[in-house]
């Protein structure tokens, strides 16, 4: 639903990641307003950018787009009834919406994931028609190979038989084991299965980009935030 004409305890209740009974009574105890002056009536439906809780603005907006450091050992699901999920660690905030990784990674594999709700831009970000580039650094249990170098360039032949679109492995750095692997397609344990063709098995593999959006070298294993504007416009062109 749009911000404008949404009933103010669900506006706060979004917009400040408290559940319903919380945000009615921050509004019944007077601390939200809307339009300067205080609101107690929980089904007003004023201008979402009119509206404050303790005088800060509630910034209520329509999407949320967080950028995650995962670390190795959660899982990229909203929800697992075993292990801890990366929802899990937003600790509590936007737990009133709905969000999900837009794309997986593996419970070993680390770095970005991008958390939201716009089914949308996921959608645009994951669709193999649009050939969002994803960026890995990748530890090989064995040097990177020529022959697996131009594999990747003319497109890997898995076990199964998939026939997997043209990709990049490039050396990273100078230890021979380190590779840069670009992606343009989302195939269930794509990179592993892929070196795994030529024998080598993956000892680690961290996601550095999706499209133009890098993961932020600020973040800690396990640390989020939201994305930036500029961040959100050029993954939104
Ligand atoms: N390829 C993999 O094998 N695992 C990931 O997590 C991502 C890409």
Redesign the pocket.
Known sequence: MAGQGMRLDRLVCEAAGLTRKQARAAIAAGRVCAGGAVCKMPDARPDPAAVTLDGAPLLWRPFVYIMLNKPAGVVSASRDTRAQTVTDLLGGAFARRQLFPAGR??KD?TGLVLLTDDGALAHDILSPGRHVPKV?EVTLDTPLTAQMRAGFAAGVTLADGTVLAPAEAEPAGPDPCRARVVLRQGVY?????MFGVYGAG?VA?HRVAIGPLALDPALAPGQWRELTEEELAVLQK
């Open positions: 990674l593996d594999s890995y344990h794509q990179i592993k299965r993956v593999l």
